[in-house]
């Protein structure tokens, strides 16, 4: 059958269509590319996409080398607020990342996706903020910027975690990569600071404390008893971290 003349234009409409989304995306990856705010707002627009060539493009950044580290930090975000299961692939490749800031953001994304695929790469991501945790420390003795750094990423891992909900994954990792490191360490550590500082390294530790007690409530797994068990034998001097620790135990419950 020949086409009639209202299905060509209609033809021609969607092509011109296509053609208008694929310019758009090759402005904003361009924009991406660029860094800085223009890459964040970059990232943003991308997020709202949610068809197979953005996450190609998106892809193709986070993977480059030569892509500074706000670049790929922020196409990971862009990841992120896609959040599809389909996402999890290229987000999984830069889990171990040698920048900090890229890993965080990838944890954070990957959490996004809420799917159990992501948990594998979640662990490589762990092992990853493991290694800058150990280079953190220097002499037995951890900076006190370094450590509030370090628990955050801790925190965010955390987080996703509890988003993809698998508590047989879950527990070993938080075990692992954050109650053996930094509340029961087989090598004992300090964190120096000044007057003007000494809060800080308290506050941190308290706010990854809420964050691992929120994961574990949300797992709702018996064994997170033991995980906040230790922390809080860790910490006995501290009121706030002990309390959360034991309202942790209680909502958990399982005894």
Known sequence: MLPTAASSTAGA?????????????????????????????????????????????LAKVLHNPKAPSDVRVATARALGEIALPECVKPLGTAAEDADFRVVDAVTEALGRTKVKE??????????????????SIRGGELI??????????????????????DAAT??????????????????????????????IPGKARLELVKRV?????????????ALLEAIRGAYPAEAALVGECEAGIQAIGGE
Do not use: H
């Open 13 to 57: 409409a969607a092509a011109a269509a296509n053609k208008s989304s694929d310019g758009r995306l090759a402005e904003l990856i361009a924009q991406l590319e660029k860094g800085g705010g223009r890459s964040a707002e970059a990232a943003k627009e991308l997020g709202t996409r949610k068809d197979a060539e953005t996450l190609k493009a």
């Open 118 to 135: 992501a948990l594998d790469p979640l662990s490589k991501a762990a092992k990853q903020m493991g290694v800058s945790w150990e280079k």
């Open 144 to 165: 006190f910027t370094e450590y509030k750094l370090r628990l955050a990423s801790f925190g965010l891992l955390a987080d996703a975690l509890a988003s993809c909900g």
């Open 170 to 199: 879950a527990l070993p990792i938080l075990q692992k990569t954050i109650v053996l490191r930094v509340f029961t360490p087989k090598d004992p550590y300090t964190v120096p600071t000044d007057d003007r500082f000494d809060e």
């Open 213 to 225: 007690r929120a994961c574990l409530e949300k797992l709702a797994d018996p064994q997170g008893r």
